[in-house]
């Protein structure tokens, strides 16, 4: 047992959305070793709107082990949005999130660790390879990483997925951010601090499916995409200038021809073509106006960012962003 084991506190924040057959695997196997790494600990699951036993299940486990606590979301809110309510709740001078699904291992735990001691205050888990995902998923991932590194303002840490530790100081930034349209991976190397990464082995899904499918991690690459680029923004106008200038050059020519060569054709294709393309244009720079419109709308409701339906072992979520949290009843068993 050493000094740094009693000095601090740590928390796990675990989003599930209908883990039930996993969490009591996952507490069995985080547990030894929380023990191990920290005299204060906590697991703090975040119930995203299950509608399996996940809660029933996380309620039994607390009536056995008190440090199992956990707060459940009126509805399924997103992993996102999850993991913000997480971090709002964790009480741990360090935070760990992890999956449900023990992909990533509880092993790796005094691994993150031992770099927050060094004085890391982002600590992130980076996957070494993605075998256990199809080849399509990944070439998409890559695809993704690849157009965001191009466009992004902010880099993003390689390889780093949610298995993170954040350090109080890393939780607080990230509290402070009170963005609709969540992309933590973004805001995880957005708040900055001195990061390093781990690599480690990302196991199998213990059971059930993926929660995500193709339809929400497009959603995601496009929440990510949009809210840490302006890019998507800008292009259209260049794209707008460069065939308004075709358009002059073309007009020229035709001029010049109509007055020392004479009139060939009558030019309906020409301006047909022209009329098209630039209503395409227009169309589609309008779509992208529409689409950040469409986020200062969701911005200026100021809706809170999730609502705690009921706290398992938890005293107080208290948002540092966004509206006041609705104040539901304790849990009593
Ligand atoms: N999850 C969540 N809300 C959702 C989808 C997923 O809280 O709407 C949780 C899920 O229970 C798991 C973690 O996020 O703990 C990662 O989900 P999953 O394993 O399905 O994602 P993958 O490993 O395929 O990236
Ligand atoms: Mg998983």
């Known amino acids: 047992m050493s000094d740094a084991r009693r000095a601090f506190q ?19 196997r985080l547990t030894p070793v929380l023990a191990r790494e920290a005299e204060e600990w906590e697991i703090l699951f975040v119930d995203d709107g299950s509608t399996d036993e996940s809660l029933a299940r996380i309620r039994r ?3 056995g082990e008190p440090r199992v606590r956990a707060i459940s979301l009126s509805r399924n809110f997103g992993k996102e949005v999850a993991i913000a309510a997480g971090l709002d709740a964790a009480r741990g001078d360090a935070v760990v999130i992890m999956d449900a699904d023990l992909q990533h291992p509880p092993e790796m735990v005094p691994e993150l660790l031992k770099r927050w001691r060094d004085g890391h205050a982002v600590v992130y888990a980076q996957r070494r390879d993605r075998a256990y995902e199809g080849p399509m998923k990944r070439g998409f991932t890559r695809l993704f990483y690849e157009i965001f590194a191009r466009l992004g303002e902010t880099q993003l840490h390689e390889e780093a997925g949610d298995f993170q530790l954040f350090d109080r100081k890393a939780v607080e930034a990230l509290r402070l951010l009170g963005e609709r349209a969540r992309f933590s991976k973004g805001l995880y190397s957005w708040i900055g601090f001195k990061s390093v990464g781990v690599p480690f082995e990302v196991g199998e899904r213990l059971h ?13 690459a496009w929440d990510g995409i949009t809210s840490f680029s302006t890019v998507p923004l800008r292009v259209w106008t260049y794209l707008g200038v460069f065939i308004s200038l075709g358009a002059v050059i073309t007009a020229i020519y035709f001029l010049l021809e109509a007055l020392f060569v004479g009139v060939r054709t009558p030019g309906f294709p020409t301006l047909i073509v022209a009329v098209t393309l630039l209503a395409g244009v227009q169309l589609m720079s309008l779509g992208m106006i529409g689409e950040y419109i469409g986020r200062i709308f969701a911005e ?21 962003s966004g509206a006041p949290p609705t104040v539901a009843p304790r849990h009593k068993d």
């Open 208 to 220: 059930g499916k993926s929660r995500y499918n193709y339809r929400k991690l497009l959603h995601f």
């Open 10 to 28: 740590l928390s796990i924040v675990v989003p599930v959305f209908n883990e039930a057959e996993n969490l009591t695997a996952l507490v069995a």
């Open 300 to 320: 200026v409701k100021r809706r809170p960012l999730y609502i705690v339906a009921e706290r398992v072992g938890v005293e107080v979520v208290k948002p540092l």
């Open 61 to 63: 486990l607390n009536a």
